[in-house]
């Protein structure tokens, strides 16, 4: 988190164009989706894991979703979701 939070203010730094704003969220403009998903190569596929995976990613992105990102839950995955990938991991 600490490193995530560096790189967004040395973004923000970067960025010369004041009128421009960070957005965040699944979906921060009507229309305008902002997904997101991450690869494990190397990595043995365990519910465990996947629960682990859900507490301290999922869970905390859920929280700061709005009803509009919520809207489009359905279609994205839920909780435990995952899909296995030809590069043999998911």
Known sequence: LAQ???AARTADRL???RSLRWRAG???LPGWALGGHLHFSGVTLCAPLLRALDNYLALPLLLLEDARAAARRP???VLGDFRLQPHGGF
Do not use: E, V, W
């Open 4 to 6: 995530l939070m560096s």
């Open 75 to 77: 279609r994205y995955g």
């Open 26 to 28: 699944g979906m921060p």
């Open 15 to 17: 960025i010369a164009d």
